[in-house]
T-cell receptor
Framework: DAGVIQSPRHEVTEMGQEVTLRCKPI?????LFWYRQTMMRGLELLIY????????DSGMPEDRFSAKMPNASFSTLKIQPSEPRDSAVYFC???????????FGPGTRLTVT | AQSVAQPEDQVNVAEGNPLTVKCTYS??????LFWYVQYPNRGLQFLLK??????LVKGSYGFEAEFNKSQTSFHLKKPSALVSDSALYFC??????????FGKGTRLHILP
Protein backbone atom coordinates (compact mmCIF):
# COMPACT_ATOMS: atom_id res chain seq x y z
CA ASP A 1 0.00 0.00 0.00
CA ALA A 2 1.24 3.51 -0.79
CA GLY A 3 0.19 4.83 2.60
CA VAL A 4 -1.77 8.02 3.15
CA ILE A 5 -1.36 10.35 0.20
CA GLN A 6 -1.57 14.11 0.52
CA SER A 7 -1.43 16.77 -2.16
CA PRO A 8 0.03 19.19 -2.74
CA ARG A 9 3.16 18.73 -0.63
CA HIS A 10 3.85 22.46 -0.66
CA GLU A 11 1.49 25.35 -1.25
CA VAL A 12 2.34 29.02 -1.32
CA THR A 13 -0.54 31.42 -1.74
CA GLU A 14 -1.47 35.02 -1.12
CA MET A 15 -3.74 36.17 1.65
CA GLY A 16 -7.38 36.05 0.61
CA GLN A 17 -7.01 33.17 -1.80
CA GLU A 18 -8.80 29.85 -1.48
CA VAL A 19 -6.68 26.83 -0.58
CA THR A 20 -7.71 23.20 -0.96
CA LEU A 21 -5.71 20.39 0.59
CA ARG A 22 -6.36 16.81 -0.47
CA CYS A 23 -6.01 13.45 1.22
CA LYS A 24 -6.38 9.85 0.12
CA PRO A 25 -6.53 7.51 3.13
CA ILE A 26 -5.31 3.94 3.20
CA UNK A 27 -7.85 1.64 1.62
CA UNK A 28 -10.07 -0.06 4.18
CA UNK A 29 -9.46 2.46 6.93
CA UNK A 30 -12.65 3.68 8.59
CA UNK A 31 -11.50 6.92 10.18
CA LEU A 32 -9.78 9.99 8.80
CA PHE A 33 -8.22 12.86 10.72
CA TRP A 34 -6.98 16.34 9.77
CA TYR A 35 -4.28 17.96 11.93
CA ARG A 36 -2.38 21.22 11.85
CA GLN A 37 1.17 21.55 13.21
CA THR A 38 2.94 24.78 14.09
CA MET A 39 5.87 25.61 16.34
CA MET A 40 3.69 27.74 18.58
CA ARG A 41 0.68 25.47 19.03
CA GLY A 42 2.13 22.03 18.31
CA LEU A 43 -0.14 19.37 16.79
CA GLU A 44 -3.83 20.29 16.75
CA LEU A 45 -6.71 18.04 15.73
CA LEU A 46 -8.98 19.98 13.37
CA ILE A 47 -11.65 17.43 12.47
CA TYR A 48 -12.16 13.71 12.12
CA UNK A 49 -14.51 11.44 10.21
CA UNK A 50 -15.79 7.94 10.89
CA UNK A 51 -17.18 6.12 7.85
CA UNK A 52 -17.17 9.41 5.92
CA UNK A 53 -19.27 11.20 8.55
CA UNK A 54 -17.78 14.16 10.46
CA UNK A 55 -17.73 13.25 14.15
CA UNK A 56 -15.90 16.10 15.84
CA ASP A 57 -15.07 19.42 14.18
CA SER A 58 -14.53 21.36 17.40
CA GLY A 59 -10.92 21.93 16.45
CA MET A 60 -11.72 23.77 13.25
CA PRO A 61 -10.49 27.31 13.95
CA GLU A 62 -13.32 29.26 12.36
CA ASP A 63 -15.80 29.37 9.52
CA ARG A 64 -13.05 29.92 6.99
CA PHE A 65 -12.14 26.26 7.39
CA SER A 66 -14.26 23.45 6.00
CA ALA A 67 -13.66 19.74 5.42
CA LYS A 68 -15.47 17.15 3.38
CA MET A 69 -15.25 13.42 2.83
CA PRO A 70 -17.46 12.58 -0.15
CA ASN A 71 -16.36 8.95 -0.19
CA ALA A 72 -14.13 6.51 1.65
CA SER A 73 -11.10 7.26 -0.49
CA PHE A 74 -10.97 11.04 -0.57
CA SER A 75 -11.12 14.05 1.73
CA THR A 76 -10.51 17.77 1.34
CA LEU A 77 -9.70 20.57 3.74
CA LYS A 78 -10.52 24.00 2.37
CA ILE A 79 -9.53 27.42 3.68
CA GLN A 80 -11.39 30.39 2.22
CA PRO A 81 -10.17 33.07 2.50
CA SER A 82 -6.68 32.17 3.66
CA GLU A 83 -4.72 34.32 6.10
CA PRO A 84 -1.00 34.43 7.03
CA ARG A 85 -1.77 32.87 10.43
CA ASP A 86 -2.98 29.75 8.61
CA SER A 87 0.61 29.00 7.62
CA ALA A 88 1.42 25.56 9.01
CA VAL A 89 1.95 21.95 8.09
CA TYR A 90 -1.35 20.15 7.63
CA PHE A 91 -1.42 16.40 8.16
CA CYS A 92 -4.01 13.85 7.21
CA UNK A 93 -4.12 10.51 9.02
CA UNK A 94 -6.26 7.41 8.66
CA UNK A 95 -7.05 4.61 11.09
CA UNK A 96 -8.23 1.07 10.39
CA UNK A 97 -10.29 0.54 13.54
CA UNK A 98 -11.43 2.43 16.62
CA UNK A 99 -8.60 1.25 18.90
CA UNK A 100 -5.99 1.19 16.18
CA UNK A 101 -3.09 3.48 15.58
CA UNK A 102 -3.16 6.32 13.07
CA UNK A 103 -1.19 6.35 9.84
CA PHE A 104 -0.04 9.82 8.90
CA GLY A 105 0.55 11.25 5.48
CA PRO A 106 3.66 13.28 4.65
CA GLY A 107 1.87 16.58 5.21
CA THR A 108 1.21 19.73 3.19
CA ARG A 109 3.33 22.74 4.06
CA LEU A 110 1.14 25.80 3.57
CA THR A 111 2.58 29.29 3.40
CA VAL A 112 0.21 32.24 3.15
CA THR A 113 1.89 35.54 2.33
CA ALA B 1 -11.18 16.77 30.80
CA GLN B 2 -8.77 14.72 28.78
CA SER B 3 -5.14 15.76 28.66
CA VAL B 4 -1.62 14.58 27.98
CA ALA B 5 1.50 16.10 29.46
CA GLN B 6 5.03 15.70 28.21
CA PRO B 7 6.95 17.66 30.85
CA GLU B 8 10.23 17.89 28.96
CA ASP B 9 10.61 19.93 25.80
CA GLN B 10 13.97 18.31 25.12
CA VAL B 11 15.92 15.31 26.37
CA ASN B 12 19.63 14.83 25.75
CA VAL B 13 21.16 11.36 26.06
CA ALA B 14 24.59 10.03 25.17
CA GLU B 15 24.67 7.27 22.59
CA GLY B 16 24.57 3.87 24.20
CA ASN B 17 22.89 5.11 27.37
CA PRO B 18 19.31 4.27 28.32
CA LEU B 19 16.70 6.86 27.48
CA THR B 20 13.33 7.80 28.95
CA VAL B 21 10.77 10.19 27.52
CA LYS B 22 8.05 11.01 30.01
CA CYS B 23 4.30 11.14 29.52
CA THR B 24 1.43 11.53 31.96
CA TYR B 25 -2.25 11.56 31.12
CA SER B 26 -5.71 12.32 32.39
CA UNK B 27 -8.72 10.61 30.81
CA UNK B 28 -12.24 9.42 31.60
CA UNK B 29 -12.60 5.67 31.47
CA UNK B 30 -9.94 3.24 30.36
CA UNK B 31 -6.96 4.92 28.73
CA UNK B 32 -5.73 3.91 25.31
CA LEU B 33 -2.20 5.24 24.98
CA PHE B 34 0.10 5.69 22.00
CA TRP B 35 3.61 6.84 21.18
CA TYR B 36 4.56 8.30 17.82
CA VAL B 37 7.86 9.56 16.40
CA GLN B 38 8.36 12.34 13.88
CA TYR B 39 11.52 12.75 11.84
CA PRO B 40 12.26 16.09 10.10
CA ASN B 41 9.86 16.94 7.28
CA ARG B 42 7.91 13.72 7.78
CA GLY B 43 4.54 12.70 9.17
CA LEU B 44 4.21 10.98 12.52
CA GLN B 45 5.01 7.27 12.67
CA PHE B 46 3.44 4.86 15.12
CA LEU B 47 5.81 3.28 17.67
CA LEU B 48 3.63 1.40 20.13
CA LYS B 49 0.32 1.37 21.99
CA UNK B 50 -1.27 0.22 25.22
CA UNK B 51 -4.85 -0.98 25.05
CA UNK B 52 -5.05 -3.62 27.75
CA UNK B 53 -3.01 -6.45 29.22
CA UNK B 54 0.68 -6.43 30.09
CA UNK B 55 1.82 -3.08 31.44
CA LEU B 56 5.10 -3.29 29.53
CA VAL B 57 4.55 -2.75 25.84
CA LYS B 58 7.21 -3.38 23.21
CA GLY B 59 7.25 -1.50 19.94
CA SER B 60 9.26 -0.59 16.89
CA TYR B 61 13.01 0.16 16.78
CA GLY B 62 13.64 -1.37 20.22
CA PHE B 63 11.39 1.04 22.09
CA GLU B 64 9.14 0.03 24.95
CA ALA B 65 6.77 1.81 27.28
CA GLU B 66 5.45 1.08 30.73
CA PHE B 67 1.85 1.78 31.63
CA ASN B 68 1.47 2.81 35.28
CA LYS B 69 -2.15 3.26 36.27
CA SER B 70 -1.50 4.60 39.77
CA GLN B 71 0.85 7.28 38.49
CA THR B 72 -1.16 7.81 35.27
CA SER B 73 2.05 7.59 33.30
CA PHE B 74 3.18 5.97 30.07
CA HIS B 75 6.90 6.66 29.77
CA LEU B 76 8.79 5.67 26.64
CA LYS B 77 12.08 3.84 27.15
CA LYS B 78 14.96 2.28 25.28
CA PRO B 79 17.87 0.42 26.90
CA SER B 80 20.57 1.75 24.57
CA ALA B 81 20.12 4.94 22.54
CA LEU B 82 21.24 5.35 18.94
CA VAL B 83 22.06 8.62 17.19
CA SER B 84 19.34 7.72 14.70
CA ASP B 85 16.78 7.87 17.54
CA SER B 86 17.08 11.66 17.51
CA ALA B 87 13.61 12.93 16.61
CA LEU B 88 10.42 14.45 18.00
CA TYR B 89 8.32 12.09 20.12
CA PHE B 90 4.61 12.43 20.81
CA CYS B 91 2.47 10.73 23.42
CA UNK B 92 -1.28 10.47 22.71
CA UNK B 93 -4.33 9.30 24.61
CA UNK B 94 -7.75 8.21 23.43
CA UNK B 95 -10.59 8.51 25.90
CA UNK B 96 -14.08 7.09 26.09
CA UNK B 97 -15.48 9.53 23.52
CA UNK B 98 -12.86 8.58 20.89
CA UNK B 99 -11.30 12.02 21.18
CA UNK B 100 -7.57 11.68 20.65
CA UNK B 101 -5.27 14.15 22.33
CA PHE B 102 -1.56 14.52 21.52
CA GLY B 103 1.06 15.90 23.86
CA LYS B 104 3.16 18.85 22.73
CA GLY B 105 6.09 16.62 21.90
CA THR B 106 9.57 16.00 23.31
CA ARG B 107 12.65 16.51 21.18
CA LEU B 108 15.15 13.75 21.78
CA HIS B 109 18.82 14.43 21.05
CA ILE B 110 21.21 11.51 21.10
CA LEU B 111 24.77 12.73 21.42
CA PRO B 112 27.49 10.69 19.67
Amino acid sequence: DAGVIQSPRHEVTEMGQEVTLRCKPISGHNSLFWYRQTMMRGLELLIYFNNNVPIDDSGMPEDRFSAKMPNASFSTLKIQPSEPRDSAVYFCASRPEVLGEQYFGPGTRLTVT
Amino acid sequence: AQSVAQPEDQVNVAEGNPLTVKCTYSVSGNPYLFWYVQYPNRGLQFLLKYITGDNLVKGSYGFEAEFNKSQTSFHLKKPSALVSDSALYFCAVRGRDDKIIFGKGTRLHILP
